[in-house]
Nanobody, 123 residues
Framework: QVQLMESGGGLVQPGDSLRLSCAAS????????MGWFRQAPGKEREFVGS????????VYADSVKGRFTISRDNAKTTVILQMNSLKPEDTAVYYC????????????????WGQGTQVTVSS
């Protein structure tokens, strides 16, 4: 099992930046990729981005490309989502995910999910 714990959500204004962190524990070294999904009220879960543990494969949703960046720490147990130029439509609960695929964009591609952290972008 892999446990994931997100932190860093909050309320920001349009155009601001926010940094989310996800700490993995348990058998974290066994996963192939870590990433993020989000879910806005009344909408389905949406893929945000993922990065392979090796760092060689990084995928982003078109809606965040150029604004969001995923990175890892050297111990490969923490993944960071740096969000810049935030928009009201980025408002959602953000979930950290981990799994045994490379470049997966479907919820079913990820076996492990965090509890989620709320990000609200509003003036």
């Amino acid at each position: 099992q892999v446990q994931l714990m997100e932190s860093g959500g909050g309320l920001v204004q349009p155009g601001d930046s926010l940094r989310l962190s996800c700490a993995a524990s348990g058998r974290a070294s066994s996963v192939y990729s870590m990433g993020w999904f989000r879910q806005a009220p009344g909408k389905e879960r949406e893929f945000v981005g993922s990065k392979s543990v090796s760092g060689g494969i990084t995928v982003y949703a078109d809606s965040v490309k150029g604004r969001f960046t995923i990175s890892r720490d050297n111990a490969k147990t923490t993944v960071i989502l740096q969000m810049n130029s935030l928009k009201p439509e980025d408002t959602a609960v953000y979930y950290c995910v981990a799994g045994y695929t490379y470049g997966g964009t479907r919820p079913s591609d990820y076996a492990f999910w965090g509890q989620g952290t709320q990000v609200t972008v509003s003036s």
